[in-house]
């Protein structure tokens, strides 16, 4: 293998992070319920509590578990506006716009996409009027073209990915 190759194979690597089953198992468990102990976690999974705590520790450490988050219901705090908003954007200044609508506080979700607009935006609104300002302000960027805001009725799955 040339010296490139090594280089570019060893880069990959950095990135591939080996995983068994037992691993599989605690993720899920974890993104059932994050604030299980790891003594409830070993009973579900068939493993020591020293075990499942090692393996957490060695995944945090690898980034494979970058943190803990809470299942918040938006709706009983009136953020009851939920809404997917397509941003096409000109010039290749791409990130430089999603970072932009990153920093608005009622921005869930940021990516990028393929197909007719470059990013999607998933966020939430208390009112039609903080929506109807957020996409009039969206609209005034520079290199923003177009953008295409569909409403959501109803949530039918949102939950963590479970790894099986």
């Not at 979700?109 to 197909?115: E, K, M, Q």
């Amino acid at each position: 293998m040339s010296n490139t190759h090594a280089k570019i194979r060893s880069s990959l690597d950095a990135y591939t992070v080996s995983m068994d089953r037992l691993d599989s198992k605690i993720l899920s468990a974890l993104a059932k319920d994050s604030r299980s102990s790891y003594r409830e976690i070993a009973r579900t999974v068939g493993a020591s509590p020293t075990t499942v705590m090692n393996r957490v520790k060695a995944m945090e450490g690898s980034g494979i578990i970058r943190g803990y988050t809470l299942d918040i219901d938006h709706d009983k705090l009136g953020l009851d506006i939920h809404v997917i908003i397509d941003v096409r954007v000109a010039k290749g200044k791409l990130q430089q716009i999603e970072k932009k609508i990153a920093k608005d506080p009622n921005v869930q979700f940021v990516f990028d996409n393929t197909g007719p607009s470059d990013a999607t935006v998933i966020a939430r609104f208390r009112s039609r009027s903080y929506l109807d300002n957020f996409i009039k302000k969206l609209q005034t960027f520079d290199f923003v073209e177009r953008t295409e805001t569909k409403l959501i009725l109803n949530t039918i799955k949102e939950s963590a990915v479970l790894i099986t």
